[in-house]
């Protein structure tokens, strides 16, 4: 089992940056790739980045490369999100994932709370 709580949302303007963090808990979070996904209200889930269990291999959203960069702390068992020159349209609630290396939700098995990013034009 593991429990995943996400932190470091907020509100923005549009060219700014923010860094999102997720610890987890268990003693198996090196086990386990993680991913970072998005809702926007009345919109699907939608992929933003995900890193492999060792923090080597990524692999991120065409929308986002270049702006966002997914690590991870294996020692820490947090996994981070740094997302530079947010846009209003990336304005949703951001979930991190813990399961398998997948651009798809149904690839993750624990899902955190979610935390709120507001991205003000």
């Known amino acids: 089992q593991v429990q995943l709580v996400e932190s470091g949302g907020g509100l923005v303007q549009a060219g700014g940056s923010l860094r999102l963090s997720c610890s987890a808990s268990?003693?198996?979070?090196?086990?386990?790739?993680m991913g970072w996904f998005r809702q926007a209200p009345g919109k699907e889930r939608e992929f933003v980045a995900t890193?492999?269990?060792?923090?080597?291999?990524?692999y991120y959203a065409d929308s986002v490369k270049g702006r966002f960069t997914i690590s991870r702390d294996n020692a820490k068992n947090t996994v981070y999100l740094q997302m530079n020159s947010l846009k209003p349209e990336e304005t949703a609630v951001y979930y991190c994932?813990?399961?398998?290396?997948?651009?798809?939700?149904?690839?993750?098995?624990?899902w955190g709370q979610g935390t709120q990013v507001t991205v003000s034009s």
């Open positions: 890193i492999s269990r060792s923090g080597g291999p990524t």
């Open positions: 268990g003693r198996t979070f090196s086990s386990y790739a």
């Open positions: 994932a813990a399961g398998t290396m997948s651009d798809s939700p149904s690839g993750y098995v624990y």
